[in-house]
């Protein structure tokens, strides 16, 4: 009986010892798996680098994120505010990049991104705006993404809501090639 009972024993710590090293080499694979591209100028532009990277590492380099390839041109819709859908990535040129939108200011009429950590400063919507201010940031050499309209404090079309609680930011915007 006791014979049998180490058998088992070091049949279990052995049966562990291999599953840890294989999940440590799959967790491995997929920290390597997903690697984020350097933005264009992104060592010309002034933001902190050390945030940048406890940001990365806070959101696990954005593993768990799928990216979805642009070709040309991709549309999409951002929310935040009461309403977040404020994360997407797409792949460009074989690069991967995750743009978060942070924030919109209904006052100054701005939002700001985050594309793989580095922080975009202002942009302005095009169609209020149109060249007058900046509407758009180069993600790469040949790409940008623009801001092409930007609904402020919408309360899903109610006449009466707290904007603190229930508004929130519809933000269009393209990933495009540069013209």
Request: with cysteine; charged share 30%.
């Amino acid at each position: 009986m006791f014979k049998k009972s180490i058998v088992i024993v070091v049949f279990l710590a052995v049966s562990m010892v291999f599953f840890l090293v294989f999940r440590a080499n799959a967790i491995n694979e997929n920290v390597q798996g997903v690697v984020l591209a350097k933005i264009v100028n992104e060592d010309n532009l002034d933001f902190d680098k050390g945030y940048r990277n406890q940001y990365l590492e806070e959101r696990n380099n954005f593993l768990n994120l799928n990216f979805e390839s642009v070709a040309e041109e991709k549309d999409d819709i951002f929310t935040t505010g009461a309403k977040n859908d404020n994360l997407k990535g797409y792949k460009i040129n074989n690069e991967n990049f995750a743009v978060e939108l942070i924030t919109c200011d209904s006052y100054e009429r701005f939002c700001a991104f985050r594309i793989n950590g580095v922080p975009t400063k202002k942009i302005y919507d095009f169609k209020n705006f149109g060249s007058a201010r900046k509407s758009a940031f180069d993600i790469d050499e040949g790409y940008e993404l623009k801001i092409n309209s930007v609904e402020f404090d919408f309360c899903d079309n109610r006449k009466f809501c707290h904007l603190g609680y229930e508004g929130y930011n519809i933000v269009n915007l393209s990933i495009k090639r540069k013209a």
